[in-house]
């Protein structure tokens, strides 16, 4: 069925009939339900509006069925002008409320669509903020695709290790929203491997602020990145090992759905990523700069080592970002 109602048509013959039914309402017109990961208000907003639609596309559907018993399951008379003009009106009342009813879903539908690039939530939105300004004091200006040597590398100059500088510098930033991050493990500068013991430590302790959520699908680390809250990812290495921030992604962002690849929440670290699966016009490997845009975590550890990360959730962004949401 077309996403529309067939139209009825008036057609004289022997007598005058309506040849053709409206189809069911329900069948031409699918309401979207609204995206769970945006903010209390907007959330609210929409599903009043989804619950409007919802009420006229009943309301049409009433005038469809009476419009069908009335005027199509019967012949009508030539002479009964008054049966025919009723039906007439009524056809034009249901073609006008259907028109109506199709242009609220279209708006509808361009609402969300313009909800799927950008951060779902007002706490959302602003931890994005705090990485994009993080990865801008790493690297003032992007990677210049131009730096690849003809086997796609980088030049030694990127291979330098960023990701605790990275997240010290996000700490400052989530600092100030209030999420009171000028505490040891974000400002001392320390590496990896030693902010790893200090936040297991933490996480085991009763009054610690950090919350280990290890064992959480994918999903559900994006969808609490996607509400505002600090989730971290953290290995430990021989040498180094590693630190990481889930970043939010758009509101209907499908993880499996991208051509990214790889597997985890997308994060962003602070260092230069070349993703040898994709590349550009020249043939070289497409590399995703200093931590601006974001990666599949299995991206960023290697597939090997992924298995070793812990994941855990900075307590002090909770309240922050459920008050942020709710305002």
Request: hydrophobic fraction near 40%; aromatic fraction near 8%.
């Given at each position: 069925m077309k996403k529309t109602l067939f139209k009825a048509r008036l057609i004289f013959i022997a007598c005058l009939f309506l040849s053709d039914i409206y189809g069911q309402v329900s069948d031409a017109y699918e309401i979207p339900d609204v995206p769970f990961c945006l903010s209390a208000p907007k959330q609210k907003e929409l599903k009043q509006e989804r619950e409007h639609l919802?009420?006229?596309?009943?309301?049409?559907?009433?005038?469809?069925?009476?419009?069908?018993?009335?005027?199509?399951?019967?012949?009508?008379?030539?002479?009964?002008?008054?049966?025919?003009?009723?039906?007439?009106?009524?056809?034009?009342?249901v073609d006008k409320d259907d028109e109506i009813l199709k242009t609220a879903i279209r708006d509808f539908n361009k609402k969300l669509r313009v909800l799927d690039t950008l951060p779902q939530t007002v706490a959302g939105a602003d931890l994005v903020k705090a990485l994009d300004l993080a990865a801008q004091k790493i690297y003032p200006e992007p990677p210049d695709p131009k730096s690849l040597d003809p086997n796609g590398k980088l030049s030694s100059a990127y291979f330098e290790l960023y990701c605790n500088a990275f997240f010290k510098l996000v700490g400052i930033f989530i600092d100030r929203l209030g999420m009171r991050a000028d505490v040891a493990e974000w400002k001392s500068g320390w590496d990896a491997n030693r902010i790893f013991d200090y936040v297991m430590q933490s996480a085991k302790a009763a009054n610690g602020n950090w919350k280990d959520?290890?064992?959480s699908s994918d999903l559900e680390l994006q969808k609490l990145a996607n509400s505002g809250i600090v989730v971290i990812g953290l290995s430990k290495g021989a040498n180094h090992g590693h630190i990481a921030v889930v970043s939010p992604v758009p509101c209907t962002f499908d993880l499996e759905a991208t051509t990214f690849g790889g597997f985890g929440p997308m994060i962003r670290d602070g260092d230069v990523h070349v993703d040898s699966s994709h590349v550009d016009a020249h043939g070289r490997p497409l590399i995703r700069p200093a931590g601006r845009g974001t990666i599949r975590a299995s991206k960023a550890w290697g597939r090997n080592s992924?298995?070793?990360?812990?994941?855990?959730i900075w307590l002090p962004s909770v309240e922050i970002a459920k008050k942020k949401n709710a305002e």
């Open positions: 919802m009420g006229q596309k009943k309301a049409l559907q009433v005038e469809v069925d009476a419009f069908n018993l009335k005027c199509t399951s019967i012949k009508i008379p030539k002479e009964n002008t008054a049966l025919i003009n009723e039906c007439i009106a009524m056809q034009a009342r959520v290890t064992g992924y298995g070793g990360v812990k994941w855990y």
